[in-house]
Nanobody
Framework: VQLQASGGGLVQAGASLRLSCAGS????????MGWFRQAPGKEREFVAA????????NYADSVKERFTISRDNAKNTMYLQMSGLKPEDTAVYSC?????????????????WGQGTQVTVSS
């Protein structure tokens, strides 16, 4: 699976952004997918995950009620709708495809990673 993330940018606190992750390869549709982020000087952290069918989602506590993960398997694309952005959301966001079909949070369960897209939230 090859993945390409896009949609990042510079926004003010409280704004919204939608990230996209375009995938190629047959296994995209049978893979759980996830978003992770890494801020400068910090370790990569889990943001959200979605099962292969889209029926199950999983969120980090820090983004619950603000972020929504979704996917369109007909388009081989996954999305992360982010609202109520905060300065602490500033990071490079990466998408990944899991070796599992479920919505897993553990990064070690992900075998394929796309390049990141920068999200910067100013106060």
């Amino acid at each position: 699976v090859q993945l390409q993330a896009s949609g990042g940018g510079l926004v003010q606190a409280g704004a919204s952004l939608r990230l996209s992750c375009a995938g190629s390869g047959r296994s995209f549709r049978s893979s759980g997918m996830g978003w992770f982020r890494q801020a400068p000087g910090k370790e990569r952290e889990f943001v959200a995950a979605i099962s292969y069918s889209g029926s199950t989602t999983n969120y980090a506590d820090s983004v619950k009620e603000r972020f929504t993960i979704s996917r369109d398997n007909a388009k081989n694309t996954m999305y992360l709708q982010m609202s109520g952005l905060k300065p602490e959301d500033t990071a490079v966001y990466s998408c990944a495809a899991s070796t599992f079909q479920s919505a897993v949070a553990l990064s070690a369960r992900y075998a394929y990673w796309g390049q990141g897209t920068q999200v910067t939230v100013s106060s």
